[in-house]
């Protein structure tokens, strides 16, 4: 279980810490947070959803069929899809809120990142924050402040009934599996939306947030391969060598591809 406590002087003065190597502290991930920002990149290679929270809609990328799975990261800790989730990129650290509502920045002390001779330093000599460390919080903070639009935006789409039940069915080693839990834009409810409604999804820009969402639906394949390619890695190493994942389908998977254009 996670462990996260603030990076304080106090403790971590004489501490160092290590960049991750490996995304196994994301392999129980079914799905992650994603905010507006990086929809761009997110949408050419995940398939993007909405899940439901407390009368309100989140925006995340699905990354598993079932509760605990996430068929992205390989059984040696590496990323199989082209993005990877802002969430995950300042691993160990975390943003967290003070009971007076500050914002601190956190460490996972039961990450394996830490320790007292190997790795960077988490402050100067005069005890201001180190260049890394100063660049982790700087990241976080921007990511925060893109959450908090991605959470205006999501509002919006809901207050248009623009988001709906996702039902999926992916075909897997096992047989077709439904999904459930998943949101989608209605397109059918998008395509006739009145014209001061369509103007405010687009004054507010939540109208390329359904248009990445609509287009993101084309990866949804994908995973029910990965799903297959990790069930054989398990049961037939002689199918997977050494256990590893067969990916040859990730070179032509069919979906649209745009040469050079970045």
């Not at 201001?128 to 919006?156: G, M, W, Y």
């Not at 994942?245 to 990730?250: G, I």
Request: with cysteine; aromatic share 8%.
């Amino acid at each position: 279980m996670p462990n996260y406590q603030v990076v304080s002087k106090t403790h971590h003065t004489t501490k160092r810490w290590q960049r991750f190597a490996s995304y196994q502290f994301a392999a129980s991930d079914a799905v992650a947070s994603l905010v507006v920002k990086e929809l761009p990149s997110a949408v050419m290679h995940l398939p993007i959803g909405f899940i439901a929270a407390d009368q309100t809609f989140s925006l995340v990328a699905m990354q598993g069929l079932a509760p605990g799975k996430n068929l992205l990261v390989a059984p040696d800790g590496r990323w199989l899809a082209g993005y990877v989730p802002a969430a995950y990129r300042s691993f160990p650290f975390a943003l967290a809120n003070t009971e007076n509502g500050q914002q601190v920045l956190c460490i996972d002390e039961e990450s394996g990142l830490l320790s007292d001779a190997e790795g960077e330093l988490f402050f100067n000599d005069d005890g201001t924050p180190s260049k890394s460390v100063a660049d982790v919080l700087n990241f976080l903070e921007h990511v925060q402040a893109n959450r908090e639009a991605t959470v205006r935006i999501c509002a919006v789409l809901q207050k248009h009934d623009l988001i709906q039940p996702w039902p999926i069915k992916v075909k897997t080693e096992s047989g077709e599996r439904n999904i459930e839990g998943l949101h989608r834009i209605d397109e059918a409810a998008l395509n006739t939306l009145p014209e001061e409604a369509f103007a405010e999804l687009r004054k507010t820009g939540a109208l390329p947030v359904a248009y990445c969402q609509l287009l993101s639906m084309q990866h949804l394949a994908k995973l029910g391969k990965l799903a297959q390619a990790h069930a054989q890695a398990q049961t037939a190493p002689a199918a997977a060598p050494n256990g590893e994942l067969d990916l040859e389908f990730l070179k032509n998977d069919g979906n649209i591809s745009f040469g050079n254009i970045h």
